[in-house]
């Protein structure tokens, strides 16, 4: 089959690599404009607009999906191929296809529908996860599924390590169910759906008015965006990485010289840090470099 490709991040030129290696006959590829970096500062290619031009793909990068439709009308293709585009495909993209499109999901549907189920899967502490080979439609991720594979959330793995894993996963699974997408009915979805909504900023700072575990997934899915965060002396301090450890004797939200956070149920070790308009750093380091015996977080 003749296949158009749409996708936008570093996980979905993961696929496109693994569609080239095996042979397919990609006719066009349709990816996110480029973004510029600081101001003043030069675009940046999407991860798929590269991968496509070093294969020698012919790529588009539309504001609309829509603003392609006689590219993609034009190209012959039989079936198109999403993952993680990152704009919603309207019908008459949908319908200019033969075999109509296949979406590479990255979760067990219909668990965590829509837009970040990477990261709501580590926020709701899942022990697992995976991949849906599934049927688009003009539903929130509603389509019927041609293929599935699980796998288990490590318990101290941040969503972007988990997105890697997750994408490897989608493009191995992607090229074994391709022969089949043609001749084979998907089966549709089963069970209860719940919803990956958009993230949120604030929904990353760290309240040590909760326990130290949930601190750690909030930690967990926040890497690498949006952040982990909090405030300390005025100053906003990223959290890259933490440990969950034992209760100390301190008030919830305060910080002692070891980097850990007091919270209501246990500590949270702030393994490394990024203080504002500073390098990333050991949180023992930027604790020592406060110079203060007693430090706490800032709440309103």
Request: aromatic share 4%.
């Amino acid at each position: 089959m003749r296949l158009v490709f749409f996708g936008t991040p570093t996980d979905a030129a993961t696929a496109l690599d693994a569609l080239v290696a095996d042979g397919q006959d990609i006719a066009l590829v349709v990816t996110r404009p480029d973004t510029r970096r600081g101001r003043g500062g030069a675009s940046s290619p999407s991860p798929v607009r590269a991968a496509a031009e070093r294969h020698g793909i012919d790529v588009l990068t539309p504001v609309k999906a829509a603003d392609v439709l006689d590219d993609i009308s034009n190209s012959g293709a039989d079936l198109g191929v999403v993952v993680a585009y990152g704009q919603i495909l309207p019908p008459a993209i949908i319908d200019a296809f033969p075999f109509g499109l296949v979406n590479v999901h990255f979760s067990l549907l219909p668990r965590w529908r829509g837009a970040a189920p990477v990261e709501r899967a580590v926020l709701a502490g899942d022990d697992e996860t995976g991949v849906c080979i599934m049927r688009l439609e003009q539903g929130l991720d509603t389509g019927p599924v041609f293929a599935s594979a699980r796998t288990p959330i490590d318990p101290n793995e941040s969503a972007g390590e988990l997105r890697l894993r997750l994408g490897d996963l989608g493009a191995e699974l992607l090229v074994r169910t391709l022969p089949e997408v043609s001749t084979v009915n998907p089966a549709p979805q089963q069970g209860e759906a719940t919803y990956a909504d958009k993230l949120d900023v604030s929904e990353f700072q760290l309240d040590p008015n909760r326990p130290a575990p949930e601190l750690h997934r909030v930690v967990r899915a926040g890497n690498p965006r949006p952040g982990a965060w909090m405030v300390v002396d005025g100053t906003r301090v990223k959290v890259l990485r933490a440990t969950p450890s034992e209760s100390i004797d301190s008030a919830a939200g305060s910080i002692d010289e070891s980097a850990r956070l007091a919270t209501v149920d246990g500590a949270l070790t702030l393994d490394e840090v990024q203080p504002a308009g500073r390098r990333a750093m050991p949180g023992v380091e930027w604790r020592r470099g406060l110079r203060a015996p007693d430090v706490a977080l800032d709440q309103a």
